[in-house]
T-cell receptor
Framework: NAGVTQTPKFRVLKTGQSMTLLCAQD?????MYWYRQDPGMGLRLIHY???????AKGEVPDGYNVSRLKKQNFLLGLESAAPSQTSVYFC??????????????FGPGTRLTVT | SQQGEEDPQALSIQEGENATMNCSYK?????LQWYRQNSGRGLVHLIL?????REKHSGRLRVTLDTSKKSSSLLITASRAADTASYFC???????????FGPGTSLSVIP
């Protein structure tokens, strides 16, 4: 099993450009998450999904959109990138029991720089 | 807003010593988890303790949970240089299907 994979690993954008980050998991997990990690801030939840076709906002959703058309994929979109979105983005998945999120499996991250 | 707050922010110890990190949180939780992150890598789950548990062990790791004080501690015994990493606590609140991470503790183990 590859676990959780993220594409791309690195990206540099100019302000105003758009891009999509792809997360894929092969563990048949129901829940998927997108986080951003900034120095001294830990991980902050952007959006998450509790199943195919569903999405919900996390702590810092502004400027991002997501889609979960297939159970194994969770896409994060930046419509108009801003320098404040320079960060490392992590995708994670989990398989809940009795509706609880439980242990999360993380991808290797995408380092995004917006100039 | 962050649910968990780790303490200390940074910790430096000699190999063989024990390392203790603390986590405080604000609201009722279903469970609390600890994760490790090596530099430039994704997070790896270490251990989960449920709200009705007080202590849990896994190898050299010992986690305690005090729900009355809304706090948890992670003890790593007989530390090794390979334990050098950032450690995060994450809490799953009772009303949400997600976990909230704290800012982390950076641990350096000096050989």
């Amino acid at each position: 099993n590859a676990g959780v994979t993220q594409t791309p690993k690195f990206r540099v954008l100019k302000t105003g450009q758009s891009m999509t980050l792809l997360c894929a998991q092969d563990m048949n997990h129901e829940y998927m998450y997108w986080y951003r990690q900034d120095p001294g801030m830990g991980l902050r939840l952007i959006h998450y999904s509790v199943g195919e076709g569903t999405t919900a906002k996390g702590e810092v959703p502004d400027g991002y959109n997501v889609s979960r058309l297939k159970k194994q994929n969770f896409l994060l979109g930046l419509e108009s990138a801003a320098p404040s979105q320079t960060s490392v983005y992590f995708c994670a998945s989990s398989n809940p029991t009795s509706g609880r999120a439980l242990e999360q499996y993380f991808g290797p991250g995408t380092r995004l720089t917006v100039t | 807003s962050q649910q968990g707050e780790e303490d200390p922010q940074a910790l430096s110890i000699q190999e063989g010593e024990n390392a203790t990190m603390n986590c405080s949180y604000k609201t009722s939780i279903n469970n609390l988890q600890w994760y490790r992150q090596n530099s430039g890598r994704g997070l790896v789950h270490l251990i989960l303790i449920r709200s009705n548990e007080r202590e849990k062990h896994s190898g050299r790791l010992r986690v305690t949970l005090d729900t009355s004080k809304k706090s948890s501690s992670l003890l790593i015994t007989a530390s090794r240089a390979a334990d050098t990493a950032s450690y995060f606590c994450a809490t799953e609140e009772t009303s949400y299907d997600k976990v909230i991470f704290g800012p982390g503790t950076s641990l350096s183990v000096i050989p």
